[in-house]
């Protein structure tokens, strides 16, 4: 244990956290817990919450910005999955189950939280969070598992697509616990979350424009990964500055490199062998950062919240599946494979308690209470569904 006030040995600790990510993905590979999984219990473990190897200082200093770096390369490259040509190929399907997935989980949360007595405010607001998914727990399963074919395929578009409706859900919802609150700061909040939303993409756009114009014209290998590196990183840093979606600024990039390059494939390989350092330091940190405390807090409400969001999840795939005419195996095992969730909901529920705080305490405890659950057990989920349909 570093003991508090002594300076971190930074490459002590970063040494010790890529070394726990082999261990965690030499586990993986012969046991049903995905890597992800085995990176957040490492973090807790070694963690404050735990045995205070890696130093709170550490923790507090340098998870926002890794969060901010892993979710850019992420999104950057599911942004290849919503390209026009794959929209092209399967934009209906990804379209029309990622809205129905969406709508699913919002609407069941909400009615359970109604049937069981929660205020009607708290019941809106988490009904908006419960759609956010985690796309880089998600992309990381995939990429271990390492399948191809049309279910892993779908599985991570709609994992980036659905998250872009959850936000605007999400503001809806705002509004809707503006206007049963009489809150006007909360309706002005709302104005600016659509404004961060159009800022992000106007953002990826006017980075990915150029990117996408650029790649190709160097060589392969390390010019190219400092090409792609440079973009995405002066993306996910613009984004921060101007107070705006790292994650969705870079999957807009992603989109335009993916439809407008003729050499886009060169930058997202770039990319692809480059992330995973990164995810490392950014889920043990993830990890390291969970208030176990939260879990004991939030009690039956918690319990409420993620029972009824994957019950949600599952039929709003289901329904969507059914109305696009997927095929019965994105049908049956595509909800099990989108429980997963993580920062972008806890983004949502520090933004609703900043614009309502007298639901802060619950909304806050809920959300990250229900991400140590969703995060540590979701993924087991996920590697489960892609697996079984892969069997198929």
Same mark, same amino acid.
């Given at each position: 244990?570093?003991?508090?006030?002594?300076?971190?040995?930074?490459?002590?600790?970063?040494?010790?956290?890529?070394?726990?990510?082999?261990? %965690?993905?030499?586990?993986?590979?012969?046991?049903?817990?995905?890597?992800?999984?085995?990176?957040?219990?490492?973090? +807790?473990?070694?963690?404050?919450?735990?045995?205070?190897?890696?130093?709170?200082?550490?923790? =507090?200093?340098?998870?926002?910005? !890794?969060?901010?770096?892993?979710?850019?390369?992420?999104?950057?490259?599911?942004?290849?999955?919503?390209?026009?040509?794959?929209?092209? =190929?399967?934009?209906?399907?990804?379209?029309?189950?990622?809205?129905?997935?969406?709508?699913?989980?919002?609407?069941?949360?909400?009615?359970?939280?109604?049937?069981?007595?929660?205020?009607?405010?708290? $019941? !809106?607001?988490?009904?908006?969070?419960?759609?956010?998914?985690?796309?880089?727990?998600?992309?990381?399963?995939?990429?271990?598992?390492? #399948?191809?074919?049309?279910?892993?395929?779908?599985?991570?578009?709609?994992?980036?697509? &659905? &998250?872009?409706?959850?936000?605007?859900?999400?503001?809806? @919802?705002?509004?809707?616990?503006?206007?049963?609150?009489?809150?006007? $700061?909360?309706?002005?909040?709302?104005?600016?979350?659509?404004?961060?939303? *159009?800022?992000?993409?106007?953002?990826?756009?006017?980075?990915?424009?150029? @990117?996408?114009?650029?790649?190709?014209?160097?060589?392969?290998?390390?010019?190219?990964?400092?090409? %792609?590196?440079?973009?995405?990183?002066?993306? *996910?840093?613009? $984004?921060? =500055? +101007?107070?705006?979606?790292?994650?969705?600024?870079?999957?807009?990039?992603?989109?335009?490199?993916?439809? +407008?390059?003729?050499?886009?494939?060169?930058?997202?390989?770039?990319?692809?062998?480059?992330?995973?350092?990164?995810?490392?330091?950014?889920?043990? !940190?993830?990890?390291?950062?969970?208030?176990?405390?939260?879990?004991? +807090?939030?009690?039956?409400?918690?319990? #409420?919240?993620?029972?009824?969001?994957?019950?949600?999840?599952?039929?709003?795939?289901?329904?969507?599946?059914?109305?696009?005419?997927?095929?019965?195996?994105?049908?049956?095992?595509?909800?099990?494979?989108?429980?997963?969730? *993580?920062?972008?909901?806890?983004?949502?529920?520090?933004?609703?308690? =900043?614009?309502?705080?007298?639901?802060?305490?619950?909304?806050?405890?809920?959300?990250?209470?229900?991400?140590?659950?969703?995060?540590?057990?979701?993924?087991?989920?996920?590697?489960?569904?892609?697996?079984?349909?892969?069997?198929?």
């Amino acid at each position: 244990m570093i003991e508090p006030g002594h300076p971190t040995n930074i490459p002590l600790v970063l040494g010790s956290m890529f070394l726990v990510g082999l261990v %965690a993905d030499l586990i993986g590979r012969y046991t049903f817990l995905p890597r992800i999984t085995l990176l957040l219990l490492s973090g +807790l473990a070694i963690g404050p919450p735990g045995f205070s190897l890696i130093p709170h200082d550490f923790v =507090q200093g340098w998870f926002a910005t !890794l969060t901010s770096i892993a979710l850019a390369l992420i999104g950057f490259l599911l942004g290849e999955k919503l390209s026009l040509p794959a929209l092209k =190929q399967r934009g209906i399907q990804v379209v029309g189950i990622s809205v129905c997935k969406v709508l699913g989980a919002c609407l069941c949360v909400f009615a359970a939280l109604l049937v069981c007595g929660v205020d009607p405010v708290i $019941a !809106l607001l988490l009904a908006g969070i419960a759609p956010a998914t985690a796309p880089a727990s998600i992309y990381d399963v995939v990429h271990e598992c390492g #399948v191809e074919g049309e279910f892993p395929a779908t599985l991570l578009s709609i994992s980036a697509i &659905d &998250d872009v409706w959850g936000l605007i859900l999400f503001i809806l @919802m705002l509004a809707a616990s503006a206007v049963i609150s009489g809150s006007s $700061a909360a309706s002005a909040g709302i104005i600016t979350n659509l404004e961060i939303l *159009a800022g992000s993409i106007i953002l990826g756009l006017a980075l990915g424009i150029p @990117m996408a114009y650029l790649t190709g014209r160097t060589r392969r290998g390390e010019p190219t990964q400092a090409e %792609a590196l440079g973009f995405v990183l002066l993306g *996910a840093g613009l $984004a921060v =500055q +101007l107070e705006l979606f790292p994650i969705l600024t870079a999957m807009v990039m992603g989109v335009t490199v993916a439809s +407008l390059a003729t050499h886009h494939d060169r930058p997202f390989q770039a990319i692809a062998g480059f992330e995973w350092p990164f995810m490392i330091l950014f889920f043990v !940190l993830a990890g390291a950062s969970l208030e176990t405390t939260a879990l004991m +807090l939030a009690g039956w409400v918690t319990l #409420v919240y993620v029972l009824s969001r994957c019950v949600g999840i599952v039929l709003g795939t289901k329904v969507g599946a059914h109305a696009v005419g997927a095929p019965p195996i994105l049908r049956k095992w595509l909800g099990l494979a989108l429980f997963p969730q *993580a920062g972008v909901a806890i983004g949502m529920a520090l933004f609703a308690s =900043q614009r309502f705080p007298e639901t802060a305490s619950v909304v806050l405890t809920v959300v990250v209470a229900s991400t140590i659950v969703l995060e540590t057990v979701g993924p087991i989920f996920t590697r489960f569904a892609i697996r079984a349909a892969n069997r198929r």
